[in-house]
């Protein structure tokens, strides 16, 4: 019998900022922003890491920071309802 292999059509989806590292310019603005320490800062290669994503509470600080537009903070959809923000409404 042909063994059938599973591939997950999706990646599990991790929520909280992601850098664009061919747009970061390691200004560090996003490390010194961020109130809860979410973010590292690599010596060596003088860039921010998302050292602890689950620490962050979408405040999307950092994301209005980076004058380079590397960052993207995704925000949970639970997290969007509970806010009122939805794409293209908003929820009274
Ligand atoms: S604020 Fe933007 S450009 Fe500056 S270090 Fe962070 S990600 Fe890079
Ligand atoms: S959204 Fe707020 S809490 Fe999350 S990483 Fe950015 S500055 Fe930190």
New binding site residues.
Partial sequence: MKKIEYVPKYEPKTYG?K???K?????????D?CPLDV?AWDDEQK??IVAYPDECFYCGM?EL???????DVEVPLHVRLYCGIFPGKVIP
Avoid: N
């Fill in positions: 900022p850098i664009s590292y747009d970061c310019i390691g200004c560090k603005k996003c490390y922003t973010f860039l921010p950092c920071e980076c004058l380079e537009l590397a960052i």
